[in-house]
Structures are given as C-alpha cells and as structure tokens.
C-alpha cells in the first residue's frame, strides 16, 4: 500500500496491467494480505453492500482497496506499506 487517501481508501503500487495479466484468460482475481482477502474487482462502490471491503482499479490506474461507506484503512487494519498480493482466484 503506497498511500492512504483522505476517504479512507487504500492506493497500490499495483498497476492495472499486472491485475489485467493475472486476470488473463478470463480467470478471476483475488487481492489478498495474510489470511484475509477480497475475491474479484468491483466497478463502482455500489457493486457491494455497505460496509463491505472492496478492490477496483482506480482512475491512476492503481489497484485500490475501500470500504463501501466507510474507511478501509480502519475496518481492514491495513495502512501505509502493508503488502498486498493479487493471485489468480480458484
């Protein structure tokens, strides 16, 4: 995790070719740290019930992670320079 935005959202080093590659061939992804994980990426916030953790590529073309209204850095315990993974799903 390269930063924490003023929402709460967490921005990647991870751009979005390399989670288009590992997506290649129609194969989900899943963004995981430690055990815990979100499974495929999201378009738009609404695409998941509130509170819920998501992934998206965002409009710098980074893989970000948040919180459907409310701050990921709080409800996932990530921050600033928490390793991120992104990994075929199934």
Known sequence: ???EDRFGNLITNIPRRLVDLVG???RSVRVR???AFIDGLVDTFGDVEP???LAYVG???QLEIAVNGGRASELLRWQVDTPVRVEPSG
Do not use: T
């Open 1 to 3: 995790v390269l930063l």
């Open 59 to 61: 409009s710098g073309d």
């Open 24 to 26: 290649s061939g129609g």
């Open 33 to 35: 740290l430690g055990a």
């Open 51 to 53: 509170g819920r953790a």
